[in-house]
């Protein structure tokens, strides 16, 4: 935590959103893309993933994007039984990225530590967060109940790492508009 003159802490929450930014940047930027902020979040927009240029032979757009909704929750790491996860998202932003868009739309939630001490290790040869991100998309998917919380599943298998990232970039590529 940065902390100057009289300033303040961040609250936990902030901390979160932080190192949702940072875990997005760290996966992007290894897998070649670059990550953009959009002026105003008003459309369920935390981050915008860009790639540069062809990225195949079969793409049909050059230079694609995907917009990415970035959460974080605090909990027990998933175990080895465990196939999904659940989390709970805001009505507004479920149904911002369910709807139709130009540009391909993921949820990203990271899963943290309860004990905040353990979300970040470094030393002199590497840093490690705590535990790890995943995507799914809501693209297409269907009303949901009237609450103010959306309960959605997300998958193991769909773990945010630079393969990953890579593989959604190229999809994005070919025009596909719900990611997998």
């Not at 993921?106 to 535990?131: A, I």
């Not at 599943?153 to 025009?175: C, I, K, W, Y």
């Amino acid at each position: 935590m940065c902390q100057g003159g009289t300033g303040r802490f961040m609250d936990e929450n902030e901390q979160k959103q932080q190192l949702s930014i940072a875990y997005l940047h760290a996966v992007a930027s290894a897998a070649g893309f670059a990550c953009q902020a959009p002026e105003v979040d008003n459309d369920s927009v935390d981050r915008t993933v860009v790639a540069r240029g062809w990225l195949h032979e079969k793409a049909l757009f050059r230079s694609p994007k995907i917009d990415v909704q970035l959460k974080s929750i605090a909990r027990e790491p998933l175990d080895q039984q465990e196939t999904a996860f659940s989390f709970r998202l805001n009505r507004k932003n479920y149904d911002e990225l369910r709807q139709p868009a130009h540009v391909p739309r993921l949820l990203v939630v990271l899963l943290l530590p309860r004990d905040s001490g353990q979300w970040l290790e470094q030393d002199h040869e590497r840093m490690v967060t705590r535990y790890a991100a995943y995507y799914m998309s809501l693209a297409g998917m269907g009303d949901a109940p009237q609450k103010s919380k959306v309960p959605l599943e997300l998958p193991r298998t769909n773990l945010l790492t630079v393969d990953a990232l890579r593989r959604l970039m190229e999809q994005a590529s070919r025009g596909v508009r719900r990611l997998q």
